[in-house]
């Protein structure tokens, strides 16, 4: 056992470092230290160019996408290349958060299912960060039933060949800024739900196409609204055949929940330094017993998935497939952001509850309590996530489904009689 | 990046699976519980002809001469066998204590007989209630005779030698503490088998009235000694408590596949299947902070304090999460004595309270992370 690189991977590291600290834009370093739980952290310009600069300097010199093959604008290095990358690349990555839907999620479903034309028109660009990708997937009437979709898809009758989308989609991170969507529709209600759906990518300046941002819980707008008027897409954007999207829309969810589920915070260390920082009772929030004891299991869950990370990494660096284990990060570390954001809140009193310049650490706990109701849903409820370890992982049966047999138009639609 | 065990490591450990699964069956586990022996015997010396007691014990001492990393699979199979066996109080506590504190003549005497099974050792440490600390150690040593009592002392009546803890010269709060060895067959040493939780694994009352005792390791010594040898420990048991978490695990969702109710296999409903998967989830973290512990006591790393900390809340939390699961997963036949459920449940229990609760290493991490704090600083 051992936390070494092998020499292959040493020499890796190197090449990165000398290349990251030749070329990373370390003008913005504090700005990026400083980022809150859901701000980027920079003013000093614009934050969506700088993160499209960095992204194109990177691709310029074959470090975007580094698992990508070479013609699509990737890097073909190795899954530990990609980690190690990271692990250099350090807060310097977080500028990428605008592309991670399209690198993580889009530009693989397009890569295994679209022509040979369209990905090397498509996925270059996507690399560099010179197109943005959204996903439109979820709707008012399917979030974790994906399939009970609605958004329909039906032929043009006037023989073009061409598809004609009306609908409506929901929780599409970055809609506003992507110039291509992941699209998936139902373009057969009387076949049962997960058999009549199909799936095409779309230009978003489509006529028909209208991003509205929707005002979150928590007061900001990160995701939108999408709606579809009579919006039409040529029958050659159609990734897979008519009636599999359910299918190729597996190969988009499980890197989701991949890319996603890697590497999370759960905010300890910055509790942890609160709690250095923070009095009680006129002594160091650390000193008392009961924080203590807090603190302890905040610290071997933050630690538990550092070295889960760290057994899948081990996978990697020795060419094998991570286990399911990995499949754990998301829910632990959505559920202990929120009772952490609580208790960070609990030891600042009656103040804990005012958020603004006053609050400890620039409010980052307040923001945290408002933001953490997302994690357990985005991306795979904490309750998805936990059918998925039974079932995968585990091997216990699933639900018994009431709709799998039934006609898609015949399953109802309200609970009220 | 290698934070895994190696092949052989890992073929080692099927081997002891293999052993443990076909001479620890139910009813050797049970008989503790239902008044036959203190331990399992015939096993124990099974263990020892195998190697397993003495794999992390140098040659030169009787020892198979292997690493720390093999212990740590091999007290992950008897956690998992939950095996009625003295081997953390004689080997994860007292072998380890010799190792560390020894002279070559303690070595010497002493190691061979625990690596080969003769001998059982245990670490008297422990006087009453709550947590321990310098002040409430009574015991005393005077002219090479210990006088005093220690309660409970896990395999106190069924070991021969004991690591005990008490007061020596002239030091004051932890430099008051010395360590002694004591021959627990001589004269001047009575014990008393207690009635516990978990009777698998014994606990003893010991009085001594002038019981011979030879000091290990220095003077004033005794508290730092034993703080770092509980650690080491620590990172032992926490792979028992691991095996035992997983299989708890395994015997849910073995059950939940059986079990039909209300025409289905209970598996099938979310309440049990969301249990069963929350029980994953802390099982793989303790596995993955045993890990790291594993780590830091095979590369004797600066780290393995707070690694220690947290493989041990990490792992005390598992087990007693999926044990007390495993029972509810079974529903009425769970809580009966015939099924093995509450074998698991009383073990974790047990196991939760052996080497200092989970409060008293909760404080210990937070403690550690703090002066890691400080060095970093």
Redesign the interface.
């Known amino acids: 056992?051992?936390?070494?690189?092998t020499p292959e991977?040493a020499a890796f590291r190197a090449e990165a470092r000398a290349w990251i600290q030749a070329n990373a834009p370390t003008h913005l370093e504090a700005e990026l230290k400083r980022a809150g739980f859901a701000s980027s952290g920079i003013d000093s310009e614009d934050p969506m160019a700088a993160s499209k600069a960095w992204q194109k300097r990177k691709a310029e010199a074959g470090w975007a996408c580094l698992n990508w093959p070479k013609e699509y604008g990737g890097g073909a290095r190795t899954p530990?290349e990609r980690v190690i990358w990271g692990q250099e690349e350090g807060i310097y990555g977080s500028l990428s958060s605008p592309f991670i839907i399209g690198h993580g999620m889009c530009g693989p479903t397009v890569m295994a299912w679209a022509s040979e034309d369209h990905k090397r028109r498509l996925l270059p660009p996507l690399a560099s960060g010179e197109e943005i990708w959204c996903q439109l997937f979820s709707e008012p009437a399917g979030g974790s039933d994906l399939a009970g979709l609605r958004t329909s898809a039906v032929k043009a009758d006037d023989g073009s060949g061409d598809w004609i989308i009306n609908g409506q989609k929901i929780w599409t991170s970055g809609a506003q800024h992507s110039q291509w969507g992941l699209l998936i529709t139902r373009t057969n209600p009387d076949a049962p739900k997960h058999k009549g759906l199909t799936m095409f990518f779309l230009s978003m300046s489509t006529p028909g196409v209208e991003v509205r941002p929707i005002k979150q819980a928590n007061g900001q707008s990160g995701f939108n609204e999408v709606y579809f008027t009579d919006v039409r897409i040529p029958d050659d954007q159609r990734l897979g055949a008519v009636g599999q999207g359910w299918e190729v829309s597996l190969t988009t969810l499980m890197n989701e929940r991949l890319s996603i589920g890697s590497g999370m915070s759960t905010g300890f260390p910055e509790l942890?330094d609160f709690c250095?920082q923070a009095e009680v009772d006129g002594r160091p929030a650390?000193d008392d017993?009961s924080v203590?004891?807090r603190?302890?299991?905040f610290?071997?869950?933050q630690?538990?998935?550092?070295?889960?990370g760290?057994?899948a990494?081990?996978?990697l660096?020795?060419g094998e497939t991570p286990g399911p284990?990995n499949s754990?990060g998301k829910?632990?570390a959505g559920a202990t952001m929120q009772e952490l954001a609580m208790f960070a809140l609990d030891i600042q009193g009656q103040s804990g509850a005012i958020q603004d310049e006053s609050s400890p650490m620039n409010a980052r706990f307040q923001q945290m309590l408002l933001r953490s109701p997302a994690t357990r849903i985005e991306g795979g409820s904490d309750?998805i996530?936990?059918?998925i370890?039974?079932?995968r992982?585990?091997?216990?049966?699933?639900?018994?489904r009431v709709d799998k047999d039934v006609a898609f138009r015949d399953i109802p639609t309200s609970g009220r009689k | 990046?290698?934070?895994?065990?190696s092949d052989d490591q890992k073929q080692l450990q099927d081997q002891i699976r293999r052993f443990l699964s076909e001479k620890c069956t139910p009813a050797v586990v049970r008989s503790g519980l239902e008044g036959g022996e203190p331990f399992a015997r015939d096993l124990y010396r099974g263990l020892a002809e195998m190697g397993v007691l003495g794999v992390a014990i140098p040659e030169a001492y009787g020892g198979v001469g292997l690493s720390h990393?093999e212990l740590c699979l091999a007290a992950e199979e008897l956690g998992r066998a939950l095996a009625p066996v003295p081997v953390a109080s004689s080997i994860y506590l007292a072998a380890e204590f010799l190792l560390q504190a020894g002279t070559e003549a303690q070595k010497k005497a002493w190691l061979p007989r625990l690596a080969s099974g003769e001998s059982i050792g245990t670490f008297a440490f422990v006087e009453g209630q709550g947590r321990m600390t310098p002040d409430k150690v009574a015991a005393a040593v005077r002219d090479g005779r210990l006088s005093g009592a220690k309660s409970p002392v896990p395999d106190g009546d069924i070991a021969d030698l004991a690591v005990v803890a008490a007061r020596s010269g002239a030091g004051r709060g932890e430099q008051a503490i010395s360590l002694f060895l004591v021959d627990l067959n001589g004269p001047g040493v009575t014990r008393e088998t207690l009635a516990s939780i978990d009777p698998t694994r014994s606990q003893a009352r010991l009085a001594f009235e002038g019981a011979p005792a030879e000091r290990l390791g220095g003077e004033g010594e005794g508290w730092a000694i034993a703080s770092q040898v509980m650690d080491r420990a620590a990172i032992l048991m926490a792979f028992e408590q691991v095996g035992g978490a997983d299989r708890a695990l395994s015997m849910a969702?073995d059950y939940?596949?059986d079990r039909m109710a209300f025409g289905?296999?209970i598996?099938?409903f979310?309440a049990?299947?969301?249990m069963?998967?929350?029980m994953?989830?802390s099982a793989?973290?303790?596995?993955?902070?045993c890990?790291?512990g594993?780590?830091a006591l095979?590369?004797g790393s600066s780290e393995l304090p707070v690694a220690a900390?947290?493989a041990r809340?990490?792992a005390t939390?598992a087990f007693q999460h999926c044990a007390k699961n495993n029972i509810q997963v079974h529903g009425g036949m769970g809580f009966t004595w015939a099924f093995d459920c509450h074998l698991f449940y009383r073990r974790s229990n047990a196991l939760a309270l052996a080497l200092g609760s989970l409060?008293t290493?909760?404080?210990l991490?937070?403690s550690r992370?703090?002066g890691a704090?400080t060095q970093a600083a």
């Not at chain 1, 630690?303 to 889960?308: A, D, F, I, R, V």
């Not at chain 1, 992982?393 to 018994?400: A, R, S």
């Not at chain 2, 793989?284 to 902070?289: D, G, K």
């Open positions: 056992m051992d936390f070494d690189d991977e530990i942890f250095l650390v017993a203590r004891s603190l302890a299991q610290a071997v869950k630690s538990g998935l550092k070295y889960t760290m057994r990494i081990t996978a660096s020795k284990e754990i829910l632990v309750e996530l936990r059918n370890i039974g079932e992982v585990l091997g216990l049966p699933g639900d018994i | 990046m290698n934070l895994d065990f990393l969702r939940a596949l289905r296999q598996g099938s979310q049990i299947k969301h069963l998967a929350d994953y989830v793989t973290l303790a596995r993955s902070n890990y790291y594993a780590w095979a590369s900390a947290t809340v990490s939390q409060s290493w909760e404080d991490l937070i992370l703090q704090n």
